[in-house]
């Protein structure tokens, strides 16, 4: 079956979604918001008559989703692209310029994830264009909130299951199959409060924490000379915020540590916990006043699909296609939402087009791999849903 992406549409649908202002409020309060994009979104998929809910997560916040229905008897495929973007503080050009110049699309989101969120539905509209029924239905999922805490992401996979999903974060059209996971711990170390000449009576919980720290620093060393992930890398931790004490006259009763573990697949929220209790275990046996408490108070899994998923096979085999090489297989150490749709059951890879500028000053999307991806997309869906 033959289609053909349409580049101009493909290229004007990348410059407006840039030229619309969707940066994240839960990182600065003066940010947009995703309510314009979303439903600038969900016209774009009632042009191509696709079945469009448009969820409102929170004030301002939601999700478009199009659903292009299946015959009957095909399997399910999910496309998801986040609508938010970073702040644009700092930027050297016009954020929202969206301006083409040498085959570049130039703002805010261009690359993360715009451009990809327009290949997305590019191919959707190849796929109609050209008269082909899919027997699976193809989803096109538009989220909030991937810069803060994914609220959109979450939202969706309670309403909308797949049996594969393709999250398109930018990838420089590399294959991902794997990333990191992390978890946020808090130690605290109890000591007793007295006068600071009370030396017989007060018990230094920010020197107990030392203690702990020393022992911290080696367990992060540790993890480092672990077997690496084959693609995701090493596991790792910092020591990210610490505070002890209340007045200088007196014995801290309290300190209080912030620990970010970044874990790899195979590792748990469990396994992690048990490292860091280990370690207030031992120093507990070592004397009899030291005390301390671990907990998780927040995590997101790591991700991993396998090289023989059928999603990655079939999309290896388009993309040598395409491309005219073998992709490379990645692995990030970063998290991104297609942890939360793995876990929901749906074979998951991250495929995404090349650019620049990721979060910083200048930012853009290479349009020629944005046709490519449009190109993939489309014939994975194609051969996946049947
Ligand atoms: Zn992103």
């Known amino acids: 079956m033959t289609f053909s992406i349409d580049k101009d549409y493909l290229t004007k649908l990348t410059q407006e979604l840039v030229q619309i202002n969707s940066t994240n409020p839960s990182l600065s309060p003066e940010n947009k918001g995703e309510a314009e994009i979303g439903a600038y979104v969900a016209e774009k998929l009632k042009e191509l008559d696709l079945e469009v809910t448009t969820s409102e997560i929170a004030p301002d916040r939601v999700n478009t989703v199009g659903v292009l229905k299946g015959s009957g008897g095909g399997k399910s495929l999910l496309l998801n692209a986040h609508l938010d973007t970073v702040g644009v503080e700092g930027m050297t050009i016009n954020p929202f310029g969206g301006d083409l110049r040498n085959g570049r699309v130039y703002g805010r989101g261009a690359q993360d994830m715009k451009g990809s969120l327009a290949a997305m539905i590019a191919a959707v509209k190849a796929i109609l264009d050209a008269g082909i029924t899919l027997r699976g239905d193809l989803l096109i999922t538009a989220v909030a909130d991937e810069e803060h805490s994914s609220i959109g992401t979450e939202a969706l996979v309670n309403e909308f299951k797949a049996n594969a999903a393709i999250v398109t974060e930018p990838t420089d059209m590399h294959l991902c199959r794997a990333h990191r996971g992390f978890i946020w711990f808090e130690v605290e170390t109890i000591g007793r409060a007295a006068h600071g000449s009370r030396y017989k009576e007060g018990i230094d919980a920010n020197m107990r924490m030392g203690r702990f720290l020393a022992e911290l620093e080696k367990l992060g060393q540790e993890l480092l000379q672990r077997e690496p992930h084959e693609l995701a890398g090493p596991p790792s931790l910092h020591a990210a915020m610490i505070q002890g ?122 349009m020629e791999s944005v046709i490519d991806l449009a190109h993939v997309l489309a014939e994975t869906a194609i051969k996946y849903c049947g």
């Open 245 to 366: 004490g209340t007045e200088i006259s007196k014995y801290a009763a309290h300190c209080k540590l912030t620990i970010e573990r970044r874990t790899v697949p195979g590792e748990t929220v469990e396994s992690a916990t048990a490292e860091l209790q280990g370690i207030i275990d031992r120093l507990e046996a070592q004397d009899s006043t030291f005390k301390a408490m671990v907990k998780a108070t927040f995590w997101r899994e790591p991700f991993e699909v396998k090289s023989d998923a059928e999603i990655v096979q079939i999309m290896d085999k388009n993309l040598d296609e395409r491309l005219g090489y073998h992709p490379e297989h990645i692995g990030a150490t970063f998290w991104t939402d297609a942890a939360l749709i793995s876990d929901a059951g749906a074979e998951t890879v991250l495929l995404g087009p090349k650019g620049y500028g990721l979060h910083s000053a200048e930012e853009w999307v290479e």
